[in-house]
T-cell receptor, first 111, second 114 residues
Framework: EDQVTQSPEALRLQEGESSSLNCSYT??????LFWYRQDPGKGPEFLFT???AGEEKEKERLKATLTKKESFLHITAPKPEDSATYLC????????????FGKGTKLTVNP | DSGVTQTPKHLITATGQRVTLRCSPR?????VYWYQQSLDQGLQFLIQ???????AKGNILERFSAQQFPDLHSELNLSSLELGDSALYFC?????????????FGEGSWLTVV
């Protein structure tokens, strides 16, 4: 069964303390891997799409990377406003464009 | 603002009742998706429509149904509601159904069943 696992479940950082979030997946075929940010009570906000191993995307303090079995979301010098739940989702090959989501990493950045 | 519009934002209803959630996709998007998010389950895919036709089905209960209309807006109908149906229901849309396309989410409809 295709699965998406995120770790850690929760992460507390001090402002300026860089770290990485992990998303691993077991799939029969990957069509795309997506990162979203979700604030409490809000809809997921699109961050990045990665399609092939070796690909990297950057946006402000965030950088997403992809290997054959996992993706990392690197957060450099985070600020309190980066506090949110970060969701990883995978689109598998097989005829549907639905996304399968991991359970997310709740990031808290303390000032 | 993702461009996906959902109504209502909040609703409270009693067990056994029926509700309808409405979604307007982003301009030009042909695919609409419905997801359910509860505290313990995370985001669960319910159903996808593409240009009016059902394209994929996920963990959608038989008490739930959806449709996409010719103007591409979609409705999710939830009937015989139970306490466990309380959740955030998200609609999302993407441009085409060809795969690998970014899916944009609305702000959700928060359903509370009492």
């Amino acid at each position: 069964e295709d699965q998406v696992t995120q770790s850690p479940e929760a992460l507390r950082l001090q402002e300026g303390e860089s770290s990485s979030l992990n998303c691993s997946y077991t799939v029969s075929g990957l069509r795309g891997l997506f990162w979203y940010r979700q604030d409490p009570g809000k809809g997921p906000e699109f961050l990045f799409t990665l399609y092939s191993a070796g690909e990297e995307k950057e946006k402000e303090r965030l950088k997403a990377t992809l290997t054959k079995k996992e993706s990392f979301l690197h957060i450099t010098a985070p600020k309190p406003e980066d506090s949110a739940t970060y969701l990883c989702a995978v689109e598998f090959q097989g005829g549907s464009e639905k996304l399968v989501f991991g359970k997310g990493t709740k990031l808290t950045v303390n000032p | 603002d993702s461009g996906v519009t959902q109504t209502p934002k909040h609703l409270i209803t009693a067990t056994g009742q029926r509700v309808t959630l409405r979604c307007s996709p982003r301009s030009g998007d042909l695919s609409v998706y419905w997801y359910q998010q509860s505290l313990d389950q995370g985001l669960q895919f319910l159903i996808q429509y593409y240009n009016g036709e059902e394209r994929a089905k996920g963990n959608i209960l038989e008490r739930f149904s959806a449709q996409q209309f010719p103007d591409l807006h979609s409705e999710l109908n939830l009937s015989s509601l139970e306490l466990g149906d309380s959740a955030l229901y998200f609609c999302a849309s993407s441009h085409v159904g060809g795969g690998g396309n970014t899916i944009y989410f609305g702000e959700g409809s928060w359903l509370t069943v009492v």
